[in-house]
């Protein structure tokens, strides 16, 4: 196969377009152009983001799970982070629950985070977030993903006992005397999560 060949007079010029059997170095102009390729994706990348924790804080799931498609690229343990407490802490509670729930199924890395215990700027877990924000559905996508109820946040408070502490009813100043939905839901997360452990060793 014959090799082709850039020439302005007897002087072989770079390849601007790569060509089949080129021999020649890539211009500046192409590495120009692919590093303004990237920077594009960057940019792009970030306003998908932006948009994400827009919709997220909204409880806006249609948007999200749209923009979600969107980006291609693992998204960085502290963007999902702040993510998944965005929707959480959210104004919108339904809409809350199926962010969670979409993002937690639609990126490996969002579970990763739930499993881990992704903090927030107060040093909060997600499950201690959900909890705190009365969120009980979306407790429940974040136990299903394996969130350790037993992790603890800034503050040294686990969330399962930050469920027990829900128990006073500060606005009466009495104990509730039907058994609290999260701790419930936490305790037996813990409870299964013994024997597992268990039987690991």
Known sequence: MEKSVHTAGDMPQPCLIPCPGCTLVVSPLRENVQTMALSQRL???VFFLRQLQTAAAAGNHAGF???LQRIHEPIGESEV???LHKAI???DAAG???VVEGLLAARPEAAAAARTGARDALG???LHAAVAA??????RALVSANADPGLLDGHGISAVELARRRKLDTSKGNWRHEAD???ELLRGAVAKSVPAEANAT
């Open 43 to 45: 940019v792009q990348g």
């Open 89 to 91: 802490c959210g104004s």
């Open 124 to 126: 909060r877990t997600p």
């Open 134 to 139: 009365n969120r009980l559905e979306v407790c």
């Open 65 to 67: 799970l749209r923009d």
């Open 81 to 83: 982070a702040e993510l």
């Open 181 to 183: 939905p999260f701790h």
């Open 96 to 98: 809350a629950e199926k």
